[in-house]
């Protein structure tokens, strides 16, 4: 089972107050079921307080998380005040995500994050982020692309001897959706996957197999790029084995 966190939308076609819904976009249901794996969307609790009790309630049900594509993550999370280019943040979610993030690895349960996921499982170990790539970032490359998602639109240089470059070898065409990016990189957080304009792109775990952030979108490449479903694929056998109690080091082993 691969728990989803579900982010919260305004939605004008709900007759009440508040009117919003809880979401998880339907490419990720659809990929991890074709990569072998069993989706739950996950909400976070509207009333803060319930977080911890509500973690605890949802961590025995699944075996892996997704950190989906979202809202700027608040800046004051990694040490830093807002500047002009920040987009709205969702301080609620934020609040969830880094607590279960805590009591994910606590459980030694993998982790998967995509984009603003990847930002925040970053911020969670201590690392930092980029609030604005273009304003802050010399010589960055259009990584918020114009053309529809679900196309390439930049290449990615992949780190040798990492879980990723096992699975994609040392370079991947990928699609770009995001003016945020991780900056530096957490405690136990290594480089696995960067642009060419030095842009952080993907980063691993360092002395285990337990998480994995992504910068691009695999699960809407995977059709045109079969590869790409590998990524969800290996994230899923490890959600699996570690439900056995099998730890696969094999990230760790190939240093
Ligand atoms: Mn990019």
Known sequence: MIALVADVIHDPSVFTVPNTVDISPTMFKDTILEAGGLPITIPYPTNARLIPEVIQAYLPLFDGLILPGGPDVDPTRYGEQPRPQLQAANPLLDAFELELI????????????????????????????????????ADALRHLQATSGEYPTHHVAIVPQTRLAKLLGDT???????????????????????AYDGTIEAFESEDNDLILGIQWHPENLWQDAPSQLKIYADFIERAASHRQGISTLAAGEAK
């Open 102 to 137: 805590k009591a994910t690895y606590a459980a030694g349960k993998p982790m998967f994050g995509l984009c603003r996921g990847s930002h925040i499982l970053n911020v969670a170990f201590g690392g930092t982020l980029y609030q604005d790539l273009e304003t802050e970032k």
């Open 172 to 194: 991947a065409y990928v699609n770009s959706r995001h003016h945020q990016a991780s900056r530096t990189l957490g405690a136990g957080l290594r480089l696995a996957a960067k």
